[in-house]
């Protein structure tokens, strides 16, 4: 059900159309005027003549099936069903008769017939139960034993969700669930199964919704107008949300904007935001429902020291704390130099925190040695597109996608690791835009409901740039490129140059497949379609930048939408898939310690100087540390100190011996975090962190769109992250005193060109904005390079294919490449701390049946993963999702030590790590290793040790 | 890592290889690394590859 405010209108907006005509009728005697296309119902509801409804709604398409709905019509006959009929010019309708109020008293007491009024959890919320009442309706004279749903469903209640249950006694067969799966979702998991009153909604084959292929968005249970499919968490409750607030989801790179509701001080429910642009009110089964960890019995509140790593941990007051790390620093720069300390942003944090730990470092530490958890992640993104087209972002907005007639996804699985994205894409897919997957892998989008790719390239790991010259090649060499619009908006040279190369018959398709392992045909049918395609649009992940040469496959897929046109309108562009809420603005923040705010080098003066004028102080004009340059330094014994923000280096980064080896050899490493992480291990200083609910600020998703972080609960460690980094300058000498995050964000607009026109006062008012927003685009940039490149004219980078040093051998035959899981985020510090884990409760190795069996292997048994770096122990999955030679594991669980195995190798512009290809042996073991044993006795939040869920949780959660 | 950023700028740069190399460097690697790889080449830069050498020549010492 949908908060109680929301005003629905029904239907649907009519479909957004250029020079759409607006049409004028009476409703009830007042005239009103919309769109062409308009439902009766809509327009009505727009007027404020809502007219009752049961299965209508304005997320979904009209149903037409409750009959409920009807209107008078002047001169039509009988009564139209409001919500399938269309407004016409001059069209008279009443909503309200003694007839009309007859025949929806008679329909509504069928209705109560099966669902008797006071039967819903919510009573207050239930959409029948209100309607009744408006229409005097206490009880159905029809009501009688064989009227109950439950006579014909021997198990009525399915609670087998850890989040919601389906109680078909209060079902009313309206289909608005079943038609959210559909057109919301996209998935197609629910059904009305049966007929008359022996029809159900059911799960898949009548299947527990746990069991099915339900994949717990949400969309379902805000679409029911009744108590029937319900959060547990507003069970109970049971009562009304005391307040609502609209804040944006601290997960994946989609930003979606929720609403939390919020009884007796905690969150009850959380919503979708229908005013979300980039969500346009959906949600995951992350944002939605995964946000107990911030109530965990986990987290730390309070500050914690210890002298030494192997020492235990000392409970002390804030100052103690604080000034402990102040003086430790002073103390290790005093030794061993200023550069001998630095710190880490984090993108979970929010715009204007992340600044704040730049600003510390550069200001107060006096160092460039600030850096980012987006250097092992799109560090490579801001590179490539930097260089290509002059800014370091994403091209379009989310929406652009419902203008694409092909979509080109590169190593990304949406609906794993974007899935509210992707149920916008699969909808413009099953509008019937063509679909081409590039990734080692058959993602779920490959083949889905509806969603058929029509090629997929099937790449060996570490090739990706040699597939992207192929689909060049043939581009340019079957005169598919669009020269006009090249010769108008890009260097002639460079495209020139890049033409000549691509077209080498080294470059070929054919030349390519014993390297790539994708047949040439498949290539060559890609390239055509991509570059025919009127509107083409290429979605990327981590999967092409995390790779020693991710930096040049950005650049080669910013070459081929430039050589066929389509960047600079909706419908087209280059768009990064963002991995975390915030990775997009902790680089805009100016985390890379190359750059200030907005992507400017630390080199350049005038740059420069506007930061020491506003910030009072003398700053290094020259480049700092890399996170893993960190390490190296650390090893040598010139780096002593860190300050690492909401990131947990440990378990994130590649070679894990090799991070921890570095961590341990600090003599001070702060850590700020909710939860004590791997990397706590060889902290000295605990600064307790504070969730996304607990605090002001913004974050910026992969669309350039900054959007409201809205304080919902009081931290728990009493203080907001912002508030402690704040406090640990001061300790060190350097004064910060901001009073509340807007006013951060004032610096950074007075900073950043391209934020110049952002404030938290006009975020409020917009609802978000997409950067540029400045006084050329003081509203923001929905699509960027309109007209022109953001660097003048666009450059074409020439894409030499050059082999990854990873590779395999006879000892480490198989290439073992990574990604994620839809239910579990990251390293899992949040999810795996909510009853998320009902669906993945350990990461499993996928292995190819050939290679399975040709080692003994069966599903489910333990094998050993090897690689030049290390090696763990995983449970086998064994499946025909990966092809022969390559492996494939998530890591979102410590215990997996995925990162044992991956290793140092890395992007030659950015350092960002080769974690898609490792060469590894697969054997099978009896067990897991030793180390893993201990873990798993050791972590209470682990898969083996983990608590049952409290399904009637208020917060969601465990 | 240098020998990468070799690779990217042969194919890239042509003749201009090395300054591409060079400008890569100064723009993105810190002074102690930089000092490290000038080091290196002092001892005979074991492993470069010509660009990445001829780069590395060119570089200005960090203070």
Redesign the interface.
């Known amino acids: 059900m949908y908060a109680k405010d929301y005003h629905d209108l029904g239907t649907p907006a009519a479909n957004d159309r250029a020079g759409q005509e607006s049409v004028t009728l009476e409703i009830d005697g007042v005239p009103v005027s919309v769109p062409a296309g308009s439902s009766v119902m809509r327009a009505a509801a727009l007027a404020d003549r809502d007219v009752p409804k049961l299965c209508a709604t304005d997320t979904l398409k009209h149903f037409g099936s409750c009959r409920v709905c009807l209107v008078e019509i002047e001169g039509r006959k009988g009564f139209p069903a409001s919500c399938t009929t269309e407004v016409a010019a001059g069209m008279k309708v009443r909503t309200q008769s003694d007839a009309l109020a007859k025949l929806r008293r008679g329909v509504l007491e069928l209705y109560v017939s099966e669902h008797p009024m006071g039967s819903c959890p919510e009573s207050s919320r239930c959409e029948l139960e209100h309607l009744a009442e408006q229409h005097g309706i206490g009880a159905s004279r029809y009501a009688g034993p064989k009227t109950a749903r439950h006579v014909y469903t021997h198990e009525p209640v399915d609670a087998s969700n850890p989040y919601f249950r389906f109680d078909n006694d209060l079902c009313i067969v309206c289909s608005r669930c079943v038609r959210a799966c559909e057109e919301t979702q996209g998935t197609f998991a629910l059904t009305i199964q049966g007929r008359g009153l022996e029809s159900r909604v059911s799960a898949s084959q009548d299947q527990p919704f746990l069991e099915s292929e339900c994949v717990s968005c949400g969309a379902c249970i805000e679409a029911c107008p009744t108590g029937a499919l319900m959060e547990k968490s507003v069970i109970s409750v049971a009562a009304l949300p005391q307040r609502a607030v609209a804040t944006t989801c601290a997960y994946c790179g989609v930003g979606c904007s929720l609403v939390a509701e919020v009884t007796a001080d905690a969150v009850s429910r959380m919503v979708p935001n229908r005013n979300g642009r980039a969500n346009q009110g959906h949600a995951c089964v992350k944002g939605r429902f995964a946000y107990g960890y911030a109530t965990h019995a986990d987290r730390v509140t309070k500050p914690l020291i210890r002298k030494s790593i192997t020492d235990e941990w000392t409970e002390v007051s804030w100052d103690e704390a604080i000034n402990y790390a102040a003086g430790e620093f002073k103390r290790i720069q005093a030794k061993y130099g200023k550069?001998s300390i630095g710190g880490i942003t984090s993108s979970r944090c929010t715009n204007e925190e992340t600044f704040l730990v730049q600003k510390l470092v550069r200001a107060a530490f006096g160092t460039?040695?600030v850096d980012t958890c987006a250097r092992v992640c799109h560090s490579p993104t801001g590179y490539g597109l930097k260089h290509t087209l002059g800014e370091s972002a994403g091209t379009q907005e989310f929406v652009s996608v419902q203008h694409a007639d092909v979509i080109m996804v590169i190593g990304a699985s949406p609906t794993e690791a974007h899935p509210v994205f992707a149920s916008q894409m699969k909808r413009r897919l099953r509008q019937g835009a063509h679909l081409i997957v590039v990734d080692p892998r058959a993602i779920p989008l490959v083949k889905s409901p509806h969603v058929e790719a029509d090629f997929h390239l099937r790449l060996l790991p570490g090739t990706n740039v040699a597939v992207i010259n192929a689909l060049a090649h043939v581009v340019v060499t079957e005169g598919l490129t669009k020269d006009d619009y090249v010769a108008e908006r890009c260097e002639r040279d460079s495209y020139e140059k890049w033409k000549k190369?691509v077209a080498d018959p080294v470059n070929s398709p054919e030349s390519m497949e014993p390297i790539t392992g994708v047949p040439a045909e498949t290539i060559r049918g890609a390239a055509r379609l991509y570059a025919r395609g009127q509107n083409s649009a290429i979605y990327y992940g981590l999967g092409v930048t995390e790779h020693?040469q991710g930096?040049?496959m950005v650049m080669g897929i910013a070459n081929l939408a430039m050589a066929t046109g389509n960047l600079g309108r909706e419908g087209v562009g280059v768009s990064p898939l963002r991995g975390q809420n915030n990775v997009q603005g902790s680089c805009d923040m100016g985390s890379f310690?190359?750059e200030f705010s907005g992507y400017r080098?630390v080199?350049d003066d005038s740059v420069r100087a506007q930061f020491e004028a506003m910030w009072k102080v003398h700053l290094v004009n020259?480049?700092?540390?890399?996170i893993p340059?960190m390490f190296e330094?650390a090893l040598d014994g010139?780096f002593k100190g860190m300050y690492i923000q909401g990131e947990d280096l440990a378990q994130s980064d590649p070679n894990t011996s090799h991070v921890t080896a570095a961590l341990s050899s600090l003599e001070c490493l702060v850590i700020q975090d909710i939860f004590h992480n791997e990397t706590a291990k060889f902290a000295h200083v605990f600064l307790p962190g504070s969730s996304f609910l607990e605090k002001d600020g913004t974050f910026t998703n992969a669309e350039r769109r900054i959007s409201r972080v809205r304080k919902v609960i009081e931290p728990l460690c009493g203080l907001a992250d912002w508030e402690v980094t704040m406090r640990l300058s001061n300790a060190l000498g350097y004064p910060m005193n901001y009073t509340h995050p807007s006013q951060i964000m004032d610096e950074i607009a007075a900073l950043t060109p391209t934020f110049a026109g952002v404030s938290f006062e006009k975020i409020d008012r917009l609802g978000s904005i997409q950067w540029p927003c400045n006084e050329k685009a003081p509203e923001g940039t929905p699509t960027m390079h309109v007209g022109q490149f953001v660097r003048g004219k666009g450059r074409f980078?020439?894409?030499?294919y050059?082999p990854t040093t990873e590779r395999t051998s006879s000892r480490y035959p198989l290439l073992l490449t990574t990604g994620r899981i839809l239910s579990q985020y990251n390293v899992g510090a949040q999810t795996r701390r909510t009853a998320n884990v009902a669906w993945h409760s350990e990461d499993r190795l996928e292995i190819h049946p050939h290679d399975a069996e040709a080692r003994g292997i069966e599903h489910g048994d333990w094998v050993g993963v090897t690689s030049r770096a290390g090696d763990t122990v995983l449970r086998v999955e064994i499946t025909e999702r990966v092809t022969p030679g390559v492996v494939y594991t998530t890591f979102h669980f410590p215990e997996s030590g995925a990162n044992l195995i991956t290793t140092e190798n890395?992007d030659?512009?950015?350092?960002c790590p080769e974690y898609k290809v490792t060469a590894v042996q697969v054997v099978k073991v009896a067990q897991p290793a030793a180390w893993q044993l201990r873990r798993q006795a050791a972590v209470p939040a682990g898969p083996k040790k983990r608590r049952a869920p409290r399904e009637e949780s208020p917060v969601g959660g465990y | 890592m240098a020998n990468d950023i070799a690779a990217f700028f042969d194919a890239e740069a042509g003749p201009a290889a090395a300054d591409g190399v060079r400008n890569h460097i100064s723009r993105f690697w810190e002074a102690r690394m930089r000092r490290e790889i000038i080091a290196h080449l002092q001892k005979g830069g074991a492993g470069l590859v010509p660009t990445a050498r001829d780069a590395v020549a060119r570089l200005t010492p960090p203070a």
């Open positions: 550069d460039n040695n190369f020693s930096s040049t310690p190359h080098h080199s020259e480049p700092g540390l890399r340059n330094a010139s980078y020439v894409t030499a050059v890395s030659w512009a950015t350092n």
